[in-house]
């Protein structure tokens, strides 16, 4: 049996995010950390070892997976570069509508919306979860980023019960950034031999 180390529970962090952003939108910021540190990792150590070992949103997969997976193969399709790229840019497109959102509301131009948009298409009422007055622009961009990192996770979940526990692993749009710049790095590295 394998040793377990103190990134096996990762998970939990995955978990807690959720459950904090449900009482408090706020916690949703901290959604920017596992936005960083995988790009961080790319960047600085050139390998996808955020993904492979301390994704927790991977492990949370696996680990339900293990019950309820049907632990079929991924459609080819959904393995193809084209898929991978064409999800990340339009997923990539949603999150720079969030963004652009966030900024209309710090301009006064758009009042908060206090919903959690998930698929792109549907809004839940989140009002209950705002309860500390800060600027519009704050709340605005967890509402936003909420939503965003709640869908992500669904299609993970859903992926996983009809695929392998990790299937999302293969198009996750932040696994295909960081696959896009490790591959830069080390072309540049061989460039430069």
Not at 4 to 29: Q, S, T
Not at 113 to 124: A, G, P, S, Y
């Amino acid at each position: 049996m394998r040793t377990k180390h103190w990134y096996d529970y990762l998970w939990l962090g995955e978990l807690a995010y959720y459950v904090l952003g449900f009482f408090n939108i706020l916690f949703a910021w901290l959604g920017m950390i596992f936005f960083l540190t995988p790009l961080a990792f790319a960047i600085f150590k050139g390998d996808k070892s955020y993904c492979n070992k301390y994704c927790g949103r991977g492990q949370l997969f696996y680990k339900t997976g293990q019950t309820f997976s049907l632990n079929r193969p991924l459609p080819s399709f959904m393995r193809t570069k084209y898929f991978r790229y064409g999800f990340l840019v339009f997923f990539m497109s949603m999150f720079i509508n969030m963004l652009v959102v966030t900024v209309l509301v710090a301009m006064d131009t758009r009042t908060l919306t206090e919903v959690v948009r998930v698929f792109w298409t549907f809004d839940l009422p989140w009002a209950f979860a705002m309860h500390t007055s800060v600027s519009p622009w704050i709340a605005q961009f967890a509402f936003g980023f909420y939503g965003l990192m709640m869908t992500s996770t669904l299609l993970g979940l859903i992926t996983m019960r009809f695929f392998k526990p990790r299937g999302f692993c293969v198009y996750c749009p932040m696994g295909t950034m960081t696959q896009g710049i490790c591959q830069l790095k080390h072309r540049g590295e061989n460039s430069h031999s």
